[in-house]
């Protein structure tokens, strides 16, 4: 099979065009083509006046050799790459060795536990939450009463902080073995519909991921794997060697059992497990501060960037809603950009603290809601805005989420403003056109007051630089909502080339509360790497960094 990139058709083509232009681009006859599928279909909109469809396609045709070596120079024509997944160990019939431990049972312990399961090592998967139906009460709890769970949210619980979410389904990591392939097949399999294998930008929205995270929990469990819900690790033993070497050797569980570790834990903790970052730091596991971003969620009525973005073809039924994404470098040496963008969507309450406020957004498949959100975040870095240990930028963000729900005035309101009152520097004393989306609700005040001052510089000269890149978007009634403080792990729990703690022999940090992802996709692909590390240290084989 050989594969066509960059084949480009207008938007309102017919099906039979596909052809036409596979046998054009060729120069085969149709008696050559024997068959085809799309591998990959993106839509380019950066003319609004010539939007079209950029196609990858998988050809059989006659004579394959003969067509390849004619466009042999042709970057475009190549054979079909081989994605299928091929697992890196099995363990052996009737395998009676340590049982591997996955705590966190978010996409990134997810995929480490099916994997593992798939290998034949019976995992034993632990999350401090609870299934994702009875976490689902709980989530809608806090948004229509204001009631926080602080073990039940949108960040804890049975398929992580993923679950309550727009299900954007891409990533910009590099991914030679088609990892991300394996997840998206899974995720098909658990019920998502086909077309993300296809999609360049994928999305499921929240309430098919909660359908699909219990299937894919009960192919676990089928094939001998458990789930052991409401069981927060909440310390963790170490043996010492006599060379001073350290060995996790037991996790000690909110129900006050201690599980001996005789085989590899991985830890999947998310970002927000700022309890269990600390007490792994407490017991000198290694973690460093790193980079993340602070701000906030800004919402526009979806028909404003619909129109910026595809013009008269705005409302056009294979575009959905548009999505964007932008990127400021300002005169204080900051960079602001968008963050997660939900098209049609909601702004979501976000703590898993009580007495803090955070936001994040989610949508449905159908991505209909009224207004579109997006982050409008400013990158940190802990040299410059929080040196100390490497619990620091966990601090910041507590200090940044207390102040937002004080602003919001309690009961987990958020604290909220026009654009147009943040950009002139005075408080938001009413609503303009657009209704921000976010339960329990808002109080309108003053952005400034809550967040770090170059922030708000750099945050002012971006909605202004943004407002030239989409009109409207500096438009004075834009709603944002504060603060986003949760884009990513304030830490990284530092693995070595064996994917194991560097200090910590036994414990192989992953996904993103580790540093090692940042959004669903990457974090499922860290999971696999995860499993295929553990799995390659249960069989007794090196492992390939
Ligand atoms: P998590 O999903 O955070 O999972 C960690 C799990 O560990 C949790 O289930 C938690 O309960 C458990 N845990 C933590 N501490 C302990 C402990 N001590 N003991 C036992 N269990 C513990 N990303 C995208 O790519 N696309 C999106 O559209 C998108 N939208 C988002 C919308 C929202 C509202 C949020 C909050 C996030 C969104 N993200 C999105 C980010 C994405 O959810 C995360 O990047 C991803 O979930 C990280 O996966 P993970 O498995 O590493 O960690």
Redesign the pocket.
């Known amino acids: 099979m050989l594969r066509i990139t960059e084949l480009k058709l207008p938007l309102n083509h017919p099906e039979e065009a596909l052809a036409a232009a596979i046998r054009n681009r060729l120069r085969i006859t149709p008696r050559d083509l024997v068959r085809y599928t799309v591998a990959r279909r993106a839509h380019d909109a950066r003319d609004k006046m010539d939007i079209h469809f950029v196609y990858s396609i998988d050809v059989t045709v006659k004579n394959e050799a003969a067509v390849l070596a004619r466009f042999k120079r042709d970057r475009h024509v190549n054979p079909t790459p081989d994605t299928g997944y091929r697992f890196v160990a099995k363990a052996p019939a009737g395998y009676a060795g340590p049982r591997p431990v996955v ?8 995929f480490a536990g099916l994997i593992l399961a798939q290998m034949g090592f019976r995992p034993i998967i ?4 609870k299934v994702v139906r009875e976490r689902t009460k709980d989530t809608w709890g806090l948004w229509r009463r204001s009631e926080l769970n602080p073990e039940s949210n ?16 891409w ?1 910009q990591i590099k991914d030679p073995r088609h990892l991300g392939r394996k997840v998206l097949s899974e995720f098909v399999k658990a019920g998502a519909p086909e077309e993300i294998l296809t999609e360049a930008h994928p ?1 499921i929205g929240t309430f098919r991921l909660v359908t699909m995270v219990e299937s894919m929990r009960a192919t676990v469990e089928a094939l001998g794997g458990e789930y052991r819900f409401e ?4 310390d963790i033993e170490v043996a010492t060697g006599a060379d001073g070497s350290r060995r996790l050797a037991a996790l000690h569980l909110s129900t006050g059992e201690r599980l001996a570790t005789d085989g590899p834990v991985v830890l ?6 700022r ?2 970052f600390a007490m792994l730091h407490a017991r000198g596991v290694f973690l460093e501060a790193k980079p993340f971003s602070i701000g906030v969620r800004i919402e526009h009525p979806q028909s404003w960037i619909d129109e910026a973005r595809f013009g008269p073809c705005a409302g056009h039924p294979d575009l959905g809603a548009a999505a964007y994404s932008l990127s400021h470098h300002c005169k204080n040496g900051r960079t602001v950009y968008s963050f ?1 963008m ?1 098209p049609g969507g909601t702004v ?1 309450a ?1 703590t898993s603290e009580p007495g803090r406020v955070a936001t ?3 949508s449905q498949y159908s991505r209909n809601e009224r207004n579109a959100n997006s982050g409008i975040v400013v990158g940190i870095d802990p040299a410059r805005d929080y040196p100390g240990d490497p619990l620091a930028g966990i601090a910041l963000q507590r200090q940044l989420e207390t102040r937002a729900f004080e602003a919001g005035g309690g009961a987990y309101r958020a604290p909220a403003q026009r654009l147009g009152d943040f950009l002139a520097g005075r408080p938001s004393t009413r609503l303009g056109s657009v209704i921000p989306s976010y339960r329990p609700g808002v109080t309108m005040t003053d952005l400034a007051e809550v967040l770090p001052d170059f922030a708000v510089t750099a945050m002012r000269e971006a909605l202004v630089a943004f407002g030239q890149q989409i009109p409207g978007y500096d438009h004075p009634d834009a709603v944002m909502t504060g603060v986003e403080t ?1 884009t990513s792990s304030p830490l990284r729990i530092t693995r070595g080339d064996d994917f194991q703690s560097v200090n910590t022999a036994g414990l192989f940090p ?5 540093g090692y ?8 692909v ?2 696999i790497k995860i499993a295929e590390a553990v799995a390659r240290e249960l069989v007794g084989r090196p492992v390939l960094a």
């Open positions: 705590v966190g049972a978010g996409p990134c312990g997810l632990l999350d401090r939450g949108v960040q804890f619980g049975e398929g992580g902080a993923g679950t309550f979410s727009d299900g954007k389904l990533s999305h069981r927060r690790v909440d999947a903790l998310g970002h927000s497990a309890d269990t997660c939900c979501v976000a994040n957004g989610m949760r992953a996904g993103e509360g580790a992802a940042g959004g669903i996709l990457s974090a499922a860290d999971g």
